[in-house]
């Protein structure tokens, strides 16, 4: 695998990797790997993620479940 150096970050930026790493149990090193691979990654489809969120092949019946709509009165204006 192929290494890279990136000079001259401000010492702020290091210190909130750092902090996100950490907020993801992650080492820095990893984290930065992580954010390059998001940035260069191609988005996924949106008829693709709208397929894996309500396709019953990809969810469980029982934990989609919308909440009782209350039924209210019209208003009457006088």
């Given at each position: 695998?192929?290494?890279?150096?990136v000079?001259?970050?401000?010492?702020?930026?290091?210190?909130?990797?750092?902090?996100?790493?950490?907020?993801?149990?992650?080492?820095?090193?990893?984290?930065?790997?992580?954010?390059?691979?998001?940035?260069?990654?191609?988005?996924?489809?949106?008829?693709?993620?709208?397929?894996?969120?309500?396709?019953?092949?990809?969810?469980?019946?029982?934990?989609?479940?919308?909440?009782?709509?209350?039924?209210?009165?019209?208003?009457?204006?006088?």
């Amino acid at each position: 695998m192929a290494s890279i150096s990136v000079r001259k970050l401000k010492e702020e930026t290091i210190q909130l990797l750092r902090t996100q790493a950490m907020s993801h149990g992650v080492s820095m090193e990893e984290e930065v790997r992580q954010i390059i691979i998001r940035g260069v990654s191609t988005p996924e489809p949106l008829g693709t993620l709208a397929v894996k969120m309500f396709s019953p092949a990809y969810y469980d019946d029982d934990s989609f479940d919308l909440p009782k709509r209350s039924v209210y009165e019209p208003i009457e204006f006088k």
